[in-house]
């Protein structure tokens, strides 16, 4: 019998979530050689196609929370209430991690709403560094012979401080949602927007207990 599967993310979402993905990738990998920088591909006209790519990439970006806010405002506004709500069971997923992730104890994780802990922290990182990244960018695109040149300076200092931090946090994700044994089925539900029943039951509780009671 096919498992009853439950619809977790709608096509705005899965949308906005892809094209954050491929916009960051274009932009690490073009801010990676510029801030390095590898001589050969930063200078002439290499380098002036890897900025021009770099600013597309920058605005594709900044799109993504617009595209979210004007298509699916109530998903959106749902996700942050969520993401900045924390609860005795996001504490005790700091507790139970190490055991969780690492040994398999899965009898020692606390039930977990839509996002656990863990998705909060790199959801909240990544709205920090991307609030960053927008006022930065900008000062160190548009305000190079205008701005004083120690905020240039302290510009380029956050805007890499905050890639490098992003960086960590998007390959933890990645491998987690990819590699990780326990988390096997979770990239389903950015693909197709769905998650079997029992997936939801079994790593999202609390989750699962708001939609039983709401169908109910």
């Known amino acids: 019998m096919a498992q009853r599967e439950i619809q977790?993310?709608?096509?705005?979402?899965?949308?906005?979530h892809w094209l954050h993905v491929v916009a960051f990738a274009v932009l690490a990998l073009?801010?990676?050689?510029?801030?390095?920088?590898?001589?050969?591909?930063?200078?002439?006209?290499?380098?002036?196609?890897l900025r021009l790519l770099h600013r597309i990439a920058a605005i594709l970006l900044a799109l993504v929370p617009l595209i979210?806010?004007?298509?699916?405002?109530?998903?959106?506004f749902d996700s942050l209430k969520r993401i900045f709500t924390w609860t005795k069971e996001d504490v005790g997923?700091?507790?139970?991690?190490?055991?969780?992730?690492?040994?398999?104890?899965?009898?020692?994780?606390?039930?977990?709403?839509?996002?656990?802990?863990?998705?909060?922290?790199?959801?909240?990182v990544t709205a920090v560094c991307l609030l960053l990244f927008g006022v930065t960018g900008f000062l160190m695109w548009f305000g190079k012979f205008a701005?004083?040149?120690?905020?240039?300076?302290?510009?380029?200092?956050?805007h890499d401080l905050c890639f490098i931090a992003y960086v960590c946090?998007?390959?933890?994700?990645?491998?987690?949602?990819?590699?990780h044994p326990l988390m096997r089925g979770s990239l389903n539900g950015m693909l197709f927007g769905w998650?079997?029943?029992?997936?939801?039951?079994?790593?999202?509780?609390?989750?699962?207990?708001?939609?039983?009671?709401?169908?109910?």
């Open 8 to 16: 977790v993310f709608n096509a705005v979402q899965r949308l906005v």
């Open 30 to 49: 073009t801010g990676f050689v510029l801030y390095a920088p590898v001589q050969s591909l930063a200078m002439g006209y290499a380098g002036w196609t």
């Open 68 to 76: 979210y806010l004007i298509f699916s405002p109530r998903r959106l």
């Open 93 to 124: 997923w700091f507790k139970a991690f190490p055991r969780y992730y690492f040994l398999g104890d899965e009898e020692a994780m606390p039930p977990q709403d839509k996002f656990n802990a863990g998705q909060k922290m790199f959801y909240i």
């Open 147 to 158: 701005i004083p040149t120690w905020l240039f300076l302290w510009s380029v200092f956050i």
């Open 169 to 179: 946090f998007f390959f933890i994700h990645f491998a987690l949602c990819a590699a």
């Open 195 to 216: 998650l079997p029943e029992e997936y939801i039951k079994h790593h999202h509780a609390r989750y699962y207990e708001e939609l039983v009671s709401e169908k109910k």
